[in-house]
């Protein structure tokens, strides 16, 4: 009922009524642009009626409850309703000035319930123009102002005309966390959203005061914090304090109480099911006893649940549990896995995707039409969606049907902006470094991934386009298209120059749970040239090749996450195979590397590399094929300038292995939290020339130092201090390396 309905009752409202009557006739009167027949319509009465007292109220309460007429009475006499009426104005236009962005123009509009062709109430304008003002203060727009004018038309109708004064967006010029004495506020700031304003991010939105965009970032400390197993965490409150004119200190205040760990974690399962097919589980349980709290370890271990539930078919069962805290900061775990009532899937019906495809939502689900409704698949489907990275938003509701077994599920996208520009600058040790590209995430609307990119170095000039279709032809693979050109100069280091040219053609696919397998053919065509000091056996390897190669990749990740990850391993091999060539060799590389935490601010990583390159048919293997390894892979020696040398030449070789290992150090000042410092021990090797073992040398090279990582305000900065332990005689050293670039 409206809310306005009592008081338009009691002061408007009019109804005559002697006795009760059979109606016989209905005039309606008053009405102007809604005909006799609507008004008698809604009114839902009918000539031969049989009225009573609270029927004519429910006359009246019905007309009001339309919007259309701010005044109703009825009356019934000699078996004649009469219906008398005033009308509402209508909404003949709305108006918004003072704002030239169209975007935002739109969005304002949205927020309004009163529209065009609307009956205009005049009780509800206040709450619209409550409605733009917070939407405006939401969007950063903290010192706008709204003001409504009605213009009166002669034909019953208005124009409401919203003046806006947007003036200055605050801006967001400080951020602090008080109560954080865990954590380094850098890495709270690597967290949420919201950004200080800084002169090189005037391309971002995210610099400005947003309700939203704060409501985020406390949800993502939180997340963070209970990760971290501080189980009582709680953002208490965020400030915002003006400084000057437009810009504010943005305050998060955080407590975040004692830590937590693991205890006791039971699994129950149904009698009826074999305890074999949960064994994994078992084992993930032992291992989280007597780890900090975390959140994540929970969701992981729901998702082997859900894993082991698809592939053993127990398609109707939900995996839940609950929190015991047994003392100051111990906390008991009970996962209960039950069965749920039997329920199918009817339709699905997908709503919101104005670009985007609706096989490319459907292709992402991992339920169908027909199929059993179970919890675990639909909470994929969702997921699934929402990492696309093509939505803002996923809403994903479960309804009921006129068969009680049977549940459509309506999915309600958001789409969000999937195009990106980026370039970069960068100068280090080694040299300038130029880039430019441009990706689009969602071509024509069908997920299609694509890239172009210009890479400019002092040794090379690299450009590239690369396109991912998903779902190629209906299935769970994607095509891989991939086009560059590559002119390298290593006159000065490794003796040739060379141009390749490189189109790829392949496929991509999770094989199972975390691995993945992608196959490419690639064919490639290389124009090699020497110069006048390189030995015989490289000149000889002037000229033009031509190959066609199969290569692949296995790649298991088991990372935390991508981005500075803490705990976690990944593990990738990849094999390039010749099919045709002008020199047959195969290729094989393998890294690993794991994470281990060892404080809060404390991370080791160890890693492994090896790779090697064999001649098939008895020829050298290509001086632009040989392996060199990274000046990342063995600090303390100039890149390209260590391993096998003929006269004066680098010329790489075929084998090539390094092993590092690294920990982070704890910041001991303030002011230095910007920073992030590393200890490190690298030790490699490259070896083996198969046209000449005399130049061959099998000394292990290694070196130590400091690594430092600073986020300055013009882009990240890397310092290297390596000092070497072991090396050949003819090795380059390289004591001290720094590179500093940005995007933007």
């Known amino acids: 009922m409206n809310k306005y309905f009592l008081f338009f009752f009691i002061f408007f409202a009019k109804v005559t009524f002697v006795n009760a009557e059979i109606i016989k006739s209905i005039y309606v009167n008053g009405n102007e642009r809604i005909t006799d027949e609507t008004v008698i319509i809604?009114?839902?009465?009918?000539?031969?009626?049989?009225?009573?007292?609270?029927?004519?109220?429910?006359?009246?309460?019905?007309?009001?409850?339309?919007?259309?007429?701010?005044?109703?009475?009825?009356?019934?006499?000699?078996?004649?309703?009469?219906i008398e009426v005033s009308e509402n104005n209508l909404v003949q236009s709305i108006e918004i000035n003072g704002v030239k962005n169209k975007k935002l123009k739109q969005s304002l509009l949205d927020q309004l319930t009163l529209t065009e062709n609307k009956s205009y109430i005049e009780e509800k304008s206040s709450d619209e123009t409550l409605k733009l003002s917070n939407f405006l203060k939401r969007s950063g727009y903290y010192f706008s102002n709204v003001d409504l004018n009605i213009k009166q038309n002669n034909n019953n109708t208005v124009?409401?005309?919203?003046?806006?004064?947007?003036?200055?967006?605050?801006?967001?010029?400080?951020?602090?966390?008080?109560?954080?004495?865990?954590?380094?506020?850098?890495?709270?700031h690597n967290i949420i959203v919201t950004e200080e304003n800084r002169f090189w991010k005037f391309l971002s939105k995210k610099k400005y005061l947003?309700?939203?965009?704060?409501?985020?970032?406390?949800?993502?400390?939180?997340?963070?914090?209970?990760?971290?197993?501080?189980?009582?965490?709680?953002?208490?409150?965020?400030s915002a304090n003006v400084i000057q004119d437009n810009k504010f200190n943005l305050i998060y205040n955080i407590n975040a109480g004692k830590k937590f760990f693991f205890n006791n974690l039971n699994l129950?399962?149904?009698?009826?099911?074999?305890?074999?097919?949960?064994?994994?589980?078992?084992?993930?349980?032992?291992?989280?006893?007597?780890?900090?709290?975390?959140?994540?370890?929970?969701?992981?271990?729901?998702?082997?649940?859900?894993?082991?539930?698809i592939t053993k078919q127990y398609e109707f069962i939900n995996a839940s549990f609950s929190e015991n805290i047994i003392n100051e900061n111990k906390i008991?775990?009970?996962?209960?896995?039950?069965?749920?009532?039997?329920?199918?899937?009817?339709?699905?019906?997908?709503?919101?995707?104005?670009?985007?495809?609706?096989?490319?939502?459907?292709?992402?689900l991992v339920v169908d039409e027909g199929d059993p409704l179970n919890e675990i698949l639909n909470n994929k489907s969702k997921n699934k969606i929402k990492s696309s990275g093509l939505f803002a938003n996923v809403d994903y509701k479960i309804l009921d049907t006129n068969n009680e077994f049977k549940k459509d599920i309506e999915i309600t996208v958001t789409?969000?902006?999937?195009?990106?520009?980026?370039?970069?600058?960068?100068?280090?040790?080694?040299?300038?470094?130029?880039?430019?590209?441009?990706?689009?995430?969602?071509?024509?609307?069908?997920?299609?991934?694509?890239?172009?990119?210009?890479?400019?170095t002092s040794k090379s000039i690299k450009g590239g386009f690369n396109i991912i279709i998903p779902n190629y032809n209906y299935s769970d693979k994607s095509l891989r298209l991939n086009l560059s050109r590559a002119s390298n100069d290593y006159l000065t280091t490794s003796g040739f120059e060379n141009t390749i040219t490189n189109f790829t053609l392949g496929t991509g696919f999770e094989y199972k749970q975390d691995l993945f397998f992608t196959p490419l053919i690639v064919f490639e065509a290389e124009d090699l040239t020497t110069n006048n000091t390189a030995s015989a056996?490289?000149?000889?390897?002037?000229?033009?090749?031509?190959?066609?190669?199969?290569?692949?990749?296995?790649?298991?990740?088991?990372?935390?996450?991508?981005?500075?990850?803490?705990?976690?391993?990944?593990s990738n091999f990849n094999q390039s195979l010749p099919l045709l060539s002008n020199d047959y060799s195969l290729s094989n590389t393998y890294d690993y590397k794991t994470y281990h935490k060892l404080s809060e601010n404390t991370v080791s990583n160890v890693s492994f590399h090896i790779s090697a390159i064999n001649s098939l048919d008895g020829s050298d293997v290509r001086v632009s094929d040989r392996i060199y390894?990274?000046?990342?892979?063995?600090?303390?020696?100039?890149?390209?300038?260590i391993g096998p040398k003929d006269n004066q030449d680098f010329i790489g070789g075929n084998y090539a292995s390094s092993a590092s290992l690294a920990t982070t150090l704890p910041t001991l000042l303030p002011e230095l939290e910007s920073m992030d410092f590393n200890i490190f021990f690298d030790a490699g090797n490259i070896w083996g020339v198969d046209y000449d073992s005399s130049l061959d040398n099998s000394k292990i090279r290694s070196s130590t130092g400091i690594s430092i990582d600073w986020l300055t305000p013009i882009g990240p900065l890397n310092f290297v201090f390596a000092q070497p332990l072991t090396k050949a005689s003819t090795d380059v050293e390289q004591s001290f390396r720094f590179d500093i670039g940005t995007t933007f």
């Open 537 to 570: 056996s490289l000149k000889k390897q002037d000229g033009n090749y031509n190959t066609i190669e199969l290569d692949y990749s296995f790649l298991y990740d088991k990372r935390d996450q991508s981005f500075r990850p803490t705990d976690g391993y990944y």
């Open 268 to 309: 129950n399962i149904p009698t009826d099911y074999d305890p074999d097919n949960f064994k994994l589980i078992l084992l993930l349980l032992d291992d989280m006893k007597d780890k900090p709290y975390s959140l994540n370890s929970i969701n992981n271990l729901l998702n082997e649940i859900d894993n082991i539930a």
């Open 42 to 82: 809604f009114s839902q009465t009918n000539i031969g009626d049989d009225l009573t007292i609270n029927d004519l109220n429910k006359i009246v309460k019905d007309l009001y409850e339309t919007d259309f007429f701010k005044n109703v009475s009825v009356n019934l006499k000699n078996n004649i309703l009469k």
């Open 629 to 641: 390894l990274s000046p990342r892979k063995l600090r303390g020696f100039e890149p390209g300038k």
């Open 159 to 188: 124009n409401l005309i919203y003046d806006i004064t947007l003036n200055q967006k605050a801006v967001v010029e400080n951020i602090s966390f008080s109560g954080n004495k865990v954590f380094k506020s850098r890495l709270l």
């Open 415 to 456: 789409e969000q902006p999937t195009g990106e520009i980026t370039a970069g600058a960068g100068y280090g040790s080694s040299g300038q470094t130029f880039s430019f590209g441009i990706k689009e995430n969602n071509f024509s609307g069908t997920a299609s991934k694509l890239n172009t990119n210009l890479s400019i």
């Open 332 to 364: 008991n775990i009970d996962f209960v896995i039950t069965e749920s009532q039997k329920l199918y899937v009817d339709r699905i019906n997908i709503l919101g995707n104005d670009i985007t495809n609706e096989t490319v939502i459907r292709n992402l």
């Open 210 to 238: 947003n309700e939203r965009q704060i409501q985020l970032d406390q949800r993502l400390l939180e997340n963070f914090y209970l990760n971290k197993g501080y189980y009582n965490v709680k953002i208490s409150q965020t």
